[in-house]
């Protein structure tokens, strides 16, 4: 009875509008982070159109922003080198942190496709710029004497205890450094 007595007291003249969902922190980073890619391109010498960006254009976007970092990444011949916590000031740069980019390229990566780019020709998702990512993560936590080592999944004690104890666990071995032509010498300061 007081939801019709509710309804009665409506304007008729009145139509309520639907609001479209307040967008998500997510979505409105990734609409700047895109406005911002967009606009690197058109202001590139030469301008570049989106289909005619490759994953090489990427990674000068990315060296771009590096002038706009905040975190500290000492050189190999710094006297803080590996240090997580330096005594004193140095003269090393301040460069975007990976994780950072990381973020970055993957809200890119989603809002290339949601624009209309194919899937298959993302310059977000080449390899160039995963191994770029991948170099920029280990020279980053060496400078900084820091390891980003993959999470390994808890086992479940009851699976443990059941389970014969034939062989002690074997101790983790460390990545060996890629060999030849690095990445990362573009990285250091080169400009493209």
């Keep these: 009875m007081e939801l019709i ?3 009665a007291n409506r304007n008729p003249n009145t139509s309520t509008q639907s609001t479209p969902p307040a967008s998500s922190r997510y979505e409105n980073q990734k609409r700047r982070d895109w406005n911002t890619f967009c606009q690197y391109l058109r202001n590139h010498r030469p301008p570049l ?3 005619s960006c ?4 990427v990674l000068e976007f990315l060296r771009y922003l590096d002038q706009f970092g905040k975190t500290k990444v000492h050189h190999q011949n710094c006297a803080f080198f590996g240090l997580s916590n330096p005594p004193a000031p140095c003269p090393c740069p301040l460069r975007q942190a990976w994780g ?3 973020a970055l390229i993957g809200r890119l990566r989603a809002a290339y496709e949601e624009n209309g780019g194919p899937p298959e020709a993302n310059p977000f998702g080449s390899r160039a710029v995963r191994l ?3 170099e920029v993560r280990d020279f980053q936590a060496k ?8 999470k390994r999944k808890r086992v479940n004690r009851q699976k443990t205890q059941t389970l014969p104890q034939t062989q002690p666990p074997l101790p983790l071995q460390q990545q060996h450094p890629h060999q030849g032509q690095s990445v990362m010498a573009n990285y250091s300061g080169a400009t493209v």
């Design 5 to 7: 007595s509710h309804q």
């Design 49 to 51: 159109s989106l289909p």
């Design 54 to 57: 490759s994953g090489a254009h």
């Design 100 to 102: 950072s980019l990381d």
């Design 132 to 134: 770029y990512l991948r």
């Design 143 to 150: 400078a900084r004497g820091v390891s980003y080592d993959k």
